[in-house]
Protein backbone atom coordinates (compact mmCIF):
# COMPACT_ATOMS: atom_id res chain seq x y z
CA UNK A 1 0.00 0.00 0.00
CA UNK A 2 1.33 3.08 -0.95
CA UNK A 3 1.51 6.03 1.69
CA UNK A 4 2.81 9.60 2.08
CA UNK A 5 5.64 11.04 4.30
CA UNK A 6 5.40 14.68 5.68
CA UNK A 7 9.23 14.63 5.70
CA UNK A 8 9.57 13.66 1.88
CA UNK A 9 7.25 15.86 0.92
CA UNK A 10 9.02 18.89 2.24
CA UNK A 11 11.94 18.32 1.34
CA UNK A 12 11.14 17.45 -2.37
CA UNK A 13 8.87 20.82 -2.13
CA UNK A 14 12.09 22.82 -0.96
CA UNK A 15 14.47 21.22 -3.45
CA UNK A 16 12.52 21.79 -6.41
CA UNK A 17 11.55 25.26 -5.26
CA UNK A 18 15.38 26.67 -4.33
CA UNK A 19 16.01 25.21 -7.89
CA UNK A 20 13.74 27.80 -9.95
CA UNK A 21 12.04 30.32 -7.02
CA UNK A 22 11.36 32.67 -9.10
CA UNK A 23 9.33 30.74 -11.62
CA UNK A 24 7.23 28.51 -8.75
CA UNK A 25 6.40 31.98 -7.00
CA UNK A 26 5.25 33.65 -10.28
CA UNK A 27 3.27 29.97 -11.24
CA UNK A 28 1.96 30.12 -7.89
CA UNK A 29 0.77 33.39 -7.71
CA UNK A 30 -0.80 33.18 -11.50
CA UNK A 31 -2.98 30.05 -10.32
CA UNK A 32 -4.00 32.09 -7.41
CA UNK A 33 -5.53 34.81 -9.84
CA UNK A 34 -6.82 32.58 -12.18
CA UNK A 35 -8.53 30.53 -9.67
CA UNK A 36 -10.02 33.37 -8.36
CA UNK A 37 -11.27 35.11 -10.68
CA UNK A 38 -13.09 32.29 -12.09
CA UNK A 39 -14.96 32.12 -8.40
CA UNK A 40 -12.79 28.34 -7.98
CA UNK A 41 -14.41 27.25 -11.30
CA UNK A 42 -10.55 26.78 -13.08
CA UNK A 43 -8.74 25.24 -10.27
CA UNK A 44 -8.52 21.61 -12.11
CA UNK A 45 -7.37 22.78 -15.36
CA UNK A 46 -4.73 25.20 -13.33
CA UNK A 47 -3.57 22.45 -10.74
CA UNK A 48 -3.34 20.13 -13.34
CA UNK A 49 -1.08 22.30 -15.57
CA UNK A 50 1.26 22.84 -12.77
CA UNK A 51 1.24 19.50 -11.47
CA UNK A 52 2.48 18.75 -15.19
CA UNK A 53 5.12 21.39 -15.17
CA UNK A 54 6.48 20.08 -11.65
CA UNK A 55 6.45 16.24 -13.06
CA UNK A 56 8.31 18.00 -15.95
CA UNK A 57 10.77 19.97 -14.09
CA UNK A 58 11.38 16.79 -11.77
CA UNK A 59 12.49 14.67 -14.80
CA UNK A 60 15.18 17.79 -15.55
CA UNK A 61 13.50 19.36 -18.44
CA UNK A 62 13.13 22.99 -18.83
CA UNK A 63 9.88 24.31 -18.03
CA UNK A 64 8.40 28.01 -18.34
CA UNK A 65 5.56 29.81 -16.04
CA UNK A 66 3.26 29.53 -19.43
CA UNK A 67 3.71 25.91 -19.43
CA UNK A 68 0.79 25.89 -16.07
CA UNK A 69 -1.89 26.37 -18.85
CA UNK A 70 -0.87 23.00 -20.02
CA UNK A 71 -3.94 21.48 -17.99
CA UNK A 72 -6.47 23.13 -20.03
CA UNK A 73 -5.66 20.79 -22.89
CA UNK A 74 -7.63 18.30 -20.85
CA UNK A 75 -9.95 20.43 -19.50
CA UNK A 76 -12.92 18.34 -18.94
CA UNK A 77 -11.47 15.82 -17.01
CA UNK A 78 -9.45 18.68 -15.07
CA UNK A 79 -12.70 20.70 -14.42
CA UNK A 80 -15.21 17.12 -13.57
CA UNK A 81 -12.20 15.61 -11.14
CA UNK A 82 -11.69 18.89 -9.20
CA UNK A 83 -15.26 20.27 -9.73
CA UNK A 84 -16.16 16.40 -7.75
CA UNK A 85 -13.52 16.25 -5.41
CA UNK A 86 -14.18 19.39 -3.81
CA UNK A 87 -17.75 19.56 -3.56
CA UNK A 88 -16.88 15.78 -1.60
CA UNK A 89 -14.56 17.67 0.61
CA UNK A 90 -16.82 20.71 0.73
CA UNK A 91 -19.88 17.84 2.05
CA UNK A 92 -16.88 16.39 4.22
CA UNK A 93 -16.35 19.56 6.19
CA UNK A 94 -20.24 20.83 6.23
CA UNK A 95 -20.52 17.20 8.37
CA UNK A 96 -18.94 18.14 11.47
CA UNK A 97 -15.10 19.45 10.20
CA UNK A 98 -14.06 16.00 10.96
CA UNK A 99 -14.98 13.99 7.78
CA UNK A 100 -13.54 16.75 5.52
CA UNK A 101 -10.28 16.93 6.96
CA UNK A 102 -9.60 13.08 6.81
CA UNK A 103 -10.08 13.89 3.06
CA UNK A 104 -8.19 16.86 2.75
CA UNK A 105 -6.01 15.06 -0.04
CA UNK A 106 -8.78 14.56 -2.23
CA UNK A 107 -8.83 17.20 -4.54
CA UNK A 108 -4.88 16.68 -5.29
CA UNK A 109 -4.76 13.25 -5.78
CA UNK A 110 -7.58 13.26 -8.14
CA UNK A 111 -6.05 15.76 -10.28
CA UNK A 112 -2.55 14.17 -10.16
CA UNK A 113 -4.29 11.49 -11.28
CA UNK A 114 -5.60 13.17 -14.57
CA UNK A 115 -2.22 15.20 -14.89
CA UNK A 116 -0.70 11.64 -15.07
CA UNK A 117 -2.99 10.75 -18.00
CA UNK A 118 -5.96 10.20 -16.78
CA UNK A 119 -8.91 10.71 -19.66
CA UNK A 120 -11.89 10.41 -17.50
CA UNK A 121 -12.88 12.90 -14.69
CA UNK A 122 -15.17 10.77 -12.87
CA UNK A 123 -12.90 8.01 -13.16
CA UNK A 124 -9.92 10.01 -11.44
CA UNK A 125 -12.02 10.91 -8.83
CA UNK A 126 -13.38 7.42 -7.63
CA UNK A 127 -9.75 6.57 -7.97
CA UNK A 128 -8.45 9.11 -5.71
CA UNK A 129 -11.12 8.55 -3.06
CA UNK A 130 -9.87 4.78 -2.90
CA UNK A 131 -6.39 5.82 -2.59
CA UNK A 132 -7.35 7.96 -0.08
CA UNK A 133 -9.45 6.09 2.15
CA UNK A 134 -7.03 3.41 2.12
CA UNK A 135 -4.22 5.97 3.39
CA UNK A 136 -6.77 7.59 5.89
CA UNK A 137 -4.03 8.65 8.05
CA UNK A 138 -0.57 9.55 6.27
CA UNK A 139 -2.77 11.09 3.80
CA UNK A 140 -4.39 13.40 6.68
CA UNK A 141 -1.38 14.14 8.12
CA UNK A 142 0.78 15.11 5.28
CA UNK A 143 -2.27 17.39 3.71
CA UNK A 144 -2.74 19.33 7.03
CA UNK A 145 0.70 19.79 7.90
CA UNK A 146 1.23 21.17 3.89
CA UNK A 147 -1.80 23.52 4.67
CA UNK A 148 -0.31 25.09 7.80
CA UNK A 149 2.47 25.10 5.81
CA UNK A 150 1.27 27.64 3.08
CA UNK A 151 -0.84 29.17 5.80
CA UNK A 152 2.11 29.70 7.63
CA UNK A 153 3.13 32.59 5.13
CA UNK A 154 0.38 35.12 5.87
CA UNK A 155 1.63 36.00 9.57
CA UNK A 156 4.27 37.92 7.71
CA UNK A 157 1.95 40.48 7.21
CA UNK A 158 0.92 38.48 3.91
CA UNK A 159 4.39 38.71 2.04
CA UNK A 160 5.62 35.47 3.01
CA UNK A 161 2.82 33.57 1.43
CA UNK A 162 4.93 33.95 -1.54
CA UNK A 163 7.78 31.35 -0.08
CA UNK A 164 4.91 29.30 1.72
CA UNK A 165 2.39 29.20 -1.00
CA UNK A 166 4.64 27.69 -3.79
CA UNK A 167 6.18 24.97 -1.17
CA UNK A 168 2.50 23.63 -0.49
CA UNK A 169 1.48 23.31 -3.90
CA UNK A 170 5.13 21.28 -4.78
CA UNK A 171 4.69 19.35 -1.65
CA UNK A 172 0.98 18.39 -2.24
CA UNK A 173 2.52 17.54 -6.02
CA UNK A 174 4.92 14.84 -3.45
CA UNK A 175 2.08 13.81 -1.26
CA UNK A 176 -0.50 12.68 -4.48
CA UNK A 177 2.78 11.09 -6.10
CA UNK A 178 3.49 9.23 -2.92
CA UNK A 179 0.05 8.45 -2.63
CA UNK A 180 -0.17 7.02 -5.87
CA UNK A 181 2.59 4.39 -5.61
CA UNK A 182 4.29 6.18 -8.50
CA UNK A 183 8.25 5.13 -8.40
CA UNK A 184 9.87 6.80 -5.60
CA UNK A 185 10.64 10.25 -5.12
CA UNK A 186 14.48 10.61 -5.43
CA UNK A 187 15.38 14.08 -3.40
CA UNK A 188 18.45 16.10 -4.34
CA UNK A 189 18.86 18.68 -1.52
CA UNK A 190 20.64 21.75 -2.67
Known sequence: M???SVGTCLSGAWSQFSKNVVTHVVTTF?????????GGLLV?????GYMRMLAREHNGEAVQIGDVFRGFDDFVPAFVAGLISTLVLTLGFFLCVIPGLLILALPTVALYLVAQGEKDG???????WGIVTK???PAFVCAFVLGIVGSLGSLLCGIGVLLTAPLS????????????GDE?????LP
Do not use: H, K
Not at 44 to 48: I, R, Y
Not at 122 to 128: E, I, L, P
Not at 169 to 177: D, E, K, L, N, Q
Open 184 to 188: PVRIE
Open 169 to 180: MIGSYYMARQLV
Open 30 to 38: LVAVVVGIS
Open 122 to 128: VAAFNQA
Open 135 to 137: NLG
Open 2 to 4: ATS
Open 44 to 48: GPMLV
